[in-house]
């Protein structure tokens, strides 16, 4: 069985428990990290053996990726995870609070139902 490969967009305090989860996981492997400042990207790549982006758009025009965990600023989490299921096809993963707005979250339901692809609130 090929494993899941998981791409994180924000490298904040919790993705190194995003990643520990990952990694726990067999079927599961982390190919790619991105941050707007490239240096906390970078210092978990060095960590994981893998490439750091400091724009997600090429990390996923690059990168073999099928689930994207999003751990930016909650008011990122709509804008962010809509773009990526509609324009990438992804599966998402989404830091609490999954939206600041109920509009929002059903917004993101009727992408990832759209777009066959799961949508998942951590």
Do not use: Q, W
């Not at 982390?30 to 906390?40: F, N, P, Q, T």
């Not at 609490?96 to 707005?101: E, N, T």
Request: include cysteine.
């Amino acid at each position: 069985m090929s494993k899941v490969k998981f791409a994180i967009i924000g490298c904040g305090r919790i993705a190194s428990r995003h990643i520990e989860a990952i990694n726990a996981i067999e079927n599961a492997r982390l190919v790619a990290v991105c941050d707007i400042v490239k240096e906390r990207a970078e210092k978990y790549a060095a960590e994981n053996n893998i490439k750091a982006y400091s724009s997600y758009h090429e990390m996923l025009k690059t990168e073999s990726i099928d689930v994207v965990n999003i751990m930016t600023p909650s008011g990122m989490h709509p804008e962010h995870a809509i773009e990526i299921m509609d324009k990438y096809k992804k599966h998402v993963v989404i830091e609490k609070p999954m939206a600041l707005r109920i509009s929002d979250g059903e917004d993101m339901i009727a992408a990832a139902a759209k777009n066959k692809v799961g949508l998942f609130s951590v």
